[in-house]
């Protein structure tokens, strides 16, 4: 294990927007220092902006061959990490931060045959200390209670489980064959979508009513779906992967619902999607930018995230984007892929793969 504290260094995301309008914009109010209009009424009301400034721990996980597929944070002192995680003697596959060094875990989970087979997790969610789920690729799960891991299996789960996410008092699951359902606490409950993309990321309302999943196909497909009231309706639907025309989004890249706004990251940009009355604002990406996204959950609307592949953040603080490049700055470019993110607070964790030495890593930034 190797370790690396840095400095933040920002640099602006610019960004132009695609909405051309020849109406007067509003007089924002005179905010003090600190805040920033409110995005739902600039004139009248101050919010509190988050900052930029990230401190950065790298950690390398596991030998060769190893890699983060997932992070989940409880605190600062309490960060989970899945994938396969590689040693001399044995294979691991779910890693937890305690503060001071990793503990590792080797977890079976059960199978369609009905025995308790090793192998690499998919995802993980770290409600709290003593909830913890992770997804294997067999179609298996498990929960540690805080003294150990039970397994469980339901058919109802995807055979292989892409993302895992806590909406209200539900755990909600999404995986091939366009599925998704949710653990009630007491049961599984399937709420699959007819169609032929494989769901990828999830996210919700904090009251459950309002879930969205992402899917995409082999054809460079990609989707948004909304549940509610029972019901998926397609909100978001892109057919080129990598158009050149800036107005058009391209692949969809990761979804997240804060508020009323879902954010959905594209190849090209960013669209804010007003679920409850459904309008929308599309802000395309600077040319320079790299458009190749993984999914990251945010805290607020003042409070953005988009992790881009190579370990560069780009983050929205209420007033303005910056970019963090010191990760991608240590990994270097090409040399590593950021395959997931998770922020909780004033925490920020990556996890991935180094190429060159084949490592998993992870990268926690506080601030």
């Known amino acids: 294990m190797r370790k690396q504290f840095v400095a933040i260094l920002l640099v602006l995301l610019y960004a132009c927007s695609c909405e051309n309008s020849t109406d007067p914009k509003p007089v924002p109010a005179n905010c003090r220092n600190g805040q920033s209009p409110c995005e739902h009424d600039v004139t009248q009301c101050c919010i509190d902006?988050?900052?930029?400034?990230?401190?950065?721990?790298?950690?390398?996980?596991?030998?060769?061959?190893?890699?983060?597929?997932?992070?989940?944070?409880?605190?600062?002192?309490?960060?989970?990490?899945?994938g396969l995680f590689t040693s001399d003697s044995v294979d691991f596959n779910v890693a937890n931060w305690n503060g001071y060094s990793w503990i590792f875990y080797r977890v079976h989970t059960p199978t369609y045959y009905g025995n308790f087979a090793f192998g690499e997790s998919t995802c993980i969610l770290a409600d709290s200390p003593n909830d913890i789920w992770i997804m294997s690729y067999y179609g298996g799960y498990a929960r540690y209670n805080g003294d150990e891991w039970l397994g469980g299996y339901d058919s109802r789960i995807s055979s292989c489980v892409n993302d895992i996410m806590s909406v209200g008092d539900s755990v909600y699951f999404c995986g091939s064959n366009s599925s998704v359902g949710f653990y009630d606490g007491v049961d599984f409950v399937s709420i699959n979508i007819k169609s032929n993309y494989r769901m990828i990321h999830l996210s919700g309302s904090e009251d459950a009513q309002h879930i969205f999943a992402l899917g995409q196909n082999n054809d460079g497909e990609s989707i948004v779906y909304h549940y509610s009231q029972g019901a998926w309706d397609v909100i978001i639907h892109s057919e080129d992967p990598s158009p050149t025309n800036q107005g058009e989004y391209g692949m969809i890249q990761s979804i997240s619902a804060v508020s009323d706004t879902v954010y959905v990251s594209t190849y090209n940009g960013l669209l804010r999607y007003h679920y409850l009355h459904g309008t929308s604002q599309y802000t395309s990406h600077n040319e320079t930018v790299n458009p190749f996204f993984s999914p990251i959950n945010s805290n607020s609307w003042n409070d953005l995230f988009i992790l881009r592949n190579d370990f560069t953040i780009y983050h929205f603080n209420g007033d303005n984007w910056q970019s963090d490049n010191n990760v991608s700055d240590i990994v270097e470019s090409g040399s590593g892929f950021a395959l997931s993110?998770?922020?909780?607070?004033?925490?920020?964790?990556?996890?991935?793969?180094?190429?060159?030495?084949?490592?998993?890593?992870i990268a926690r930034g506080y601030r």
């Open 341 to 361: 993110g998770s922020a909780n607070g004033s925490i920020v964790v990556l996890g991935g793969i180094l190429f060159d030495q084949q490592y998993g890593i």
């Open 49 to 82: 902006t988050t900052s930029h400034n990230f401190f950065w721990g790298l950690d390398t996980l596991g030998g060769p061959g190893s890699r983060v597929r997932d992070v989940s944070i409880v605190d600062q002192n309490n960060i989970w990490a899945c």
